[in-house]
T-cell receptor
Framework: DAGITQSPRHKVTETGTPVTLRCHQTENHRYMYWYRQDPGHGLRLIHY???????DKGEVSDGYSVSRSKTEDFLLTLESATSSQTSVYFC?????????????FGQGTRLTVV | AQSVTQPDIHITVSEGASLELRCNYS??????LFWYVQSPGQGLQLLLK??????LVQGIKGFEAEFKRSQSSFNLRKPSVHWSDAAEYFC???????????FGTGTSLTVIP
């Protein structure tokens, strides 16, 4: 299994508070991703990173920011959490095998904003 | 724009019966194609992938999928379903430019004895 650790695994927070989720990898992969999973929507890309300090927006990036100061860590921050950000968040890393790519996923973080 | 469609939100099959989960994609070039499985409370596990070459790909747990370019489809099949196959299944497209992945909305599989 790919070495991906998400923390925390569960969090309940209040509307308007900042929240940071952490994704840590031990695989030294270049690409890292943050997705959110909601019923009826599948997984939607929030932000991704293609290297240290190199990040870009996905399709649902509003209200989220990311940082990657080290290869192994990719942080997702909700600056001011809202109830619409209640979701399950997954981090993924990409294994570029040369002939193609595949993504490996963490176990997810269940975030509830009350 | 890239998109993935899984037309079946939920499927119920009897244990031992065959299974086919549908996936259609929209992408201007030849994509990378994937099927993932997610058990309750778990992350996504890769079942199989298609990059190029043989259009029939074999995966783990007895699953296979066939890439049909003319139909823009990548359907997942299994000849005999086991109760442990009950899970959520996601089809995904990998885009070569930008290394991004696009997921379908998932198909929930229930297996009845």
């Amino acid at each position: 299994d790919a070495g991906i650790t998400q923390s925390p695994r569960h969090k309940v927070t209040e509307t308007g508070t900042p929240v940071t989720l952490r994704c840590h990898q031990t695989e030294n992969h270049r690409y890292m991703y943050w997705y959110r999973q909601d019923p009826g929507h599948g997984l939607r890309l929030i932000h991704y990173s293609y290297g240290v300090k190199d990040t870009d927006k996905g399709e649902v990036s509003d209200g989220y920011s990311v940082s990657r100061s080290k290869t192994e860590d990719f942080l997702l921050t909700l600056e001011s959490a809202t109830s619409s950000q209640t979701s399950v968040y997954f981090c993924a890393i990409e294994d570029t095998a040369g002939r193609g790519t595949e993504a490996f996923f963490g176990q997810g973080t269940r975030l509830t904003v009350v | 724009a890239q998109s993935v469609t899984q037309p079946d939100i939920h499927i119920t099959v009897s244990e031992g019966a065959s299974l086919e989960l549908r996936c259609n994609y929209s992408y201007g070039a030849t994509p990378y194609l994937f099927w993932y499985v997610q058990s309750p409370g778990q992350g996504l596990q890769l079942l199989l992938k298609y990059f190029s070459g043989d259009t029939l790909v074999q995966g783990i747990k007895g699953f296979e999928a066939e890439f049909k370019r003319s139909q823009s489809s990548f359907n997942l099949r299994k000849p005999s379903v086991h109760w442990s196959d009950a899970a959520e299944y996601f089809c995904a497209v990998g885009v070569r430019t930008g290394n991004q992945f696009y997921f379908g909305t998932g198909t929930s599989l229930t297996v009845i004895p």
